[in-house]
């Protein structure tokens, strides 16, 4: 249970800024981005950059552990999960393997993907490796048109079977304007609709569902520099009508890193408020939540040390109960970086 337990701590403090409850009481999850863990670069090329890795790097390898007090000092507890990631050349992650232990501390393989790329450096699909098997359950395969851009995504079953297919349509420009999740049993799927202003800002994403019924629409607005500095997400009720459920502003450094994100209901009281910090290497240093009354939710700090490259070796994790308390290191996560 305790490696449950500091499982589901980590997936907290992975994704707990990711989406703002709702006034319903649930997250709003059209469009949401991801927590990145590094401000810079603000819009990664390849997998790389969006790992925020700097250097050729080849492979990393990242142990976390868990920390416990002794006295006055934190000693190593017991490791809960290794996770190894290969790149290419190009920055394009080609691998992970995510291994775990049981409960007779026993080293398993929780998952192996394995990413394919053509000649041109094109994702041509990937391999899931499930539960470490000798084959993969599930295969997808990427298809693309005369101009490049990807157009078509089977997944296939072990068995043969086509599991799901997503098609993608794009402008003259090359920028994705339609989404479709096709139901393999041939009743239609999900569709997604994509709008960008004149600046190729993504500015507008409506969603419907199976039936082709209207679910859902997100609207965004940009400074002079590209930023994004405003969310407004809408979902549709049982007659179609839009309603607005979430709102999110954006605030930006000098350097283009978000320090501060708002988020608010429907009538426009504050809900939440996420204060960031950075380093000189563009890593996140310090996350602090606040409720919409102004008090204090959550802390979180992250102390790194650094390899030549400016990639980080070891970052422990550090929690606070209070906005006056001391933040007490929680677990760490030690990486080995090789290069090319």
């Known amino acids: 249970m305790r490696r449950l337990a500091l499982l589901l701590i980590i997936a907290v403090l992975v994704f707990s800024y990711q989406a703002a409850p709702s006034d319903a009481g649930s997250s709003v999850l059209i469009q949401v981005e991801p927590l990145r863990m590094c401000g810079a670069?603000?819009?990664?090329?390849?997998?790389?950059?969006?790992?925020?890795?700097?250097?050729?790097?080849?492979?990393?390898?990242?142990?976390?552990?868990?920390?416990?007090?002794?006295?006055?000092?934190?000693?190593?507890?017991?490791?809960?999960?290794?996770?190894?990631?290969?790149?290419?050349?190009?920055?394009?992650?080609?691998?992970?393997?995510?291994?775990?232990?049981?409960?007779?501390?026993?080293?398993?393989?929780?998952?192996?993907?394995?990413?394919?790329?053509?000649?041109?450096?094109?994702?041509?699909?990937?391999?899931?490796?499930?539960?470490?098997?000798?084959?993969?359950?599930?295969?997808?395969?990427?298809?693309?048109?005369?101009?490049?851009?990807?157009?078509?995504?089977?997944?296939?079953?072990?068995?043969?079977?086509?599991?799901?297919?997503?098609?993608?349509?794009?402008?003259?420009?090359?920028?994705?304007?339609?989404?479709?999740?096709?139901?393999?049993?041939?009743?239609?799927?999900?569709?997604?609709?994509?709008?960008?202003?004149?600046?190729?800002?993504?500015?507008?994403?409506?969603?419907?569902?199976?039936?082709?019924?209207?679910?859902?629409?997100?609207?965004?607005?940009?400074?002079?520099?590209?930023?994004?500095?405003?969310?407004?997400?809408?979902?549709?009720?049982a007659q179609g009508n839009l309603l607005l459920k979430q709102k999110i502003s954006h605030e930006y450094d000098g350097r283009g890193f978000v320090v501060e994100r708002r988020y608010y209901k429907a009538d426009g009281s504050l809900t939440q408020r996420v204060i960031y910090g950075y380093d000189d290497k563009a890593n996140i240093t310090s996350l602090v939540g606040y409720n919409g009354d102004g008090g204090f939710a959550s802390g979180s700090t992250f102390e790194y040390e650094y390899d030549p490259q400016g990639n980080w070796l070891k970052c422990v994790h550090l929690n606070r109960k209070s906005e006056a308390g001391e933040s007490e290191p929680h677990f760490v996560e030690r990486r080995t970086v090789i290069y090319f």
Do not use: M
């Not at 929780?110 to 993969?136: H, L, M, Q, T």
């Open 41 to 237: 670069p603000a819009r990664p090329q390849n997998d790389k950059e969006t790992n925020c890795l700097r250097g050729n790097v080849r492979t990393v390898r990242t142990e976390i552990v868990t920390l416990s007090k002794q006295g006055n000092s934190y000693v190593d507890g017991y490791t809960t999960q290794i996770r190894t990631d290969a790149y290419d050349k190009r920055g394009h992650r080609t691998e992970q393997i995510v291994q775990g232990f049981n409960y007779n501390n026993r080293i398993h393989t929780d998952s192996r993907v394995v990413w394919r790329f053509d000649s041109e450096g094109r994702a041509s699909g990937w391999e899931d490796y499930a539960d470490d098997r000798p084959k993969p359950p599930a295969v997808s395969s990427f298809s693309y048109d005369g101009k490049g851009n990807r157009v078509k995504e089977t997944v296939t079953l072990e068995d043969g079977t086509v599991r799901a297919v997503s098609a993608f349509g794009y402008d003259e420009r090359g920028r994705r304007t339609e989404e479709r999740y096709e139901n393999t049993e041939g009743s239609g799927g999900r569709r997604v609709v994509n709008t960008y202003d004149g600046e190729g800002n993504l500015i507008g994403v409506v969603s419907y569902n199976d039936e082709g019924a209207l679910t859902g629409k997100s609207l965004y607005s940009y400074d002079k520099r590209g930023n994004r500095v405003g969310v407004e997400n809408h979902r549709a009720d």
